[in-house]
């Protein structure tokens, strides 16, 4: 994937997420499944360290129903690897730690 259908399609996603947020309310919870559902499958189609761990730990993102079965992110995957769905030319802000706990 190019970087602009990339971008494009992070820029829906965002457009999403503030039309979601506008109109949050107790109804509204399948539609936010839905949508973070949508974020997780864009996340894992393009940032590395995040489809390698789906994968170890056996879960298929397409299939998902739920977002409770989605992994969490060790602390050590952020520690030691570049998590960006965009390239790192795109970076605003960059936020290292020393590695203490």
């Known amino acids: ?15 999403a997420v503030r039309a979601e947020i ?5 109804s509204n919870e399948g539609r936010f499944e839905r949508l973070a559902l ?5 996340q894992v189609e393009r940032v590395a360290p995040l ?3 789906c994968r ?9 129903d739920s977002i409770d079965d989605l992994p ?6 952020l520690r ?3 998590v960006a769905a965009h390239g790192s030319i795109e970076d605003i802000r960059v936020f290292r730690t020393s590695g203490t706990n």
């Open 38 to 42: 949508a974020i997780a499958r864009f």
């Open 1 to 15: 994937m190019t970087g602009d259908s990339a971008t494009s399609a992070s820029d829906e996603l965002h457009r």
């Open 22 to 26: 506008a109109a949050m309310g107790p």
């Open 72 to 77: 969490a992110i060790p602390s050590d995957v």
């Open 56 to 64: 170890a730990r056996g879960v298929h993102v397409r299939s998902l």
């Open 51 to 53: 489809a390698r761990l």
């Open 80 to 82: 030691m690897k570049r």
